[in-house]
């Protein structure tokens, strides 16, 4: 055996043992903060969880400053790995539906969400995200504040997450908001676009009939029901 490499061999055990006994503590007061957040996050009380999630992330980084040559990727994915479930247990903390129901509430959660850079933004779950606006705009929709909820009815839409349910409900939403606001040509499309997800949602035809009547274009009605929005924008711009 080349005695050369048995040398290298050992020089990198020796710089290994040396690494490890440096940053070890730092790692296992990390792991241990983090353990401690998921705790407090599985029984929901996010705010706590929170701290210990900021605890864990402050000594992976610390970590990172020892600049590791053996841990470094294992340090870099567990840094990736905790950032992602404070990110989304901040969403659950901010987003709670208590802290939604209040003005206040909802302008922190906002502040939250456009706080946060492009590369923490990446961690959030989208559909959460979706359902926590849905839920902000329904509450003002059901308390009569319909600009409020058109707001956030159109951060839903413009996500345009996959989930068929939700699209529904949130286009459906619009629509009765448009028609409200007697903006009947843009309700309808609305309405239509619901029928996109669901073609049997009685809500959404009643709604269409409703609104073919104040613009006066009945006669079109099995057109808009089998078209898509675009095609129903285009139908709107030929028959009126």
Not at 11 to 21: A, F, M
């Amino acid at each position: 055996m080349d005695d050369n490499n048995i040398e290298e061999k050992l020089k990198n055990i020796e710089d290994w043992n040396k690494e490890r006994s440096n940053i070890k503590p730092i790692l296992e007061i990390a792991i241990d903060c983090h353990n401690k957040a998921r705790r407090e996050a599985s029984w929901k009380n996010y705010e706590k969880a929170s701290e210990f999630f900021k605890l864990a992330i402050e000594n992976y980084k610390n970590a990172l400053k020892l600049n590791p040559q053996y841990y470094l990727q294992d340090v870099i994915e567990r840094v990736d790995f905790v950032i992602d479930e404070y990110i989304n247990n901040m969403v659950n903390f901010k987003g709670s539906p208590d802290r939604l129901r209040t003005e206040n509430g909802v302008k922190e959660f906002m502040e939250f969400i456009q706080g946060l850079s492009a590369d923490e933004r990446k961690y959030i779950d989208q559909y959460e995200l979706a359902m926590r606006y849905f839920k902000i705009a329904d509450i003002y929709f059901q308390d009569g504040n319909f600009d409020r909820a058109y707001e956030f009815f159109n951060k839903v839409a413009d996500m345009q997450c996959n989930r068929p349910f939700l699209n529904r409900d949130t286009y459906l939403r619009i629509g009765e908001i448009l028609y409200h606001k007697r903006k009947f040509k843009e309700a309808l499309v609305s309405f239509v676009s619901v029928l996109s997800f669901d073609r049997g949602n009685t809500d959404a035809v009643i709604n269409l009939d409703r609104c073919l009547r104040e613009l006066k274009i009945f006669e079109h009605r099995f057109k808009f029901l089998s078209a898509t929005p675009n095609e129903a924008k285009k139908l709107i711009m030929e028959v009126l």
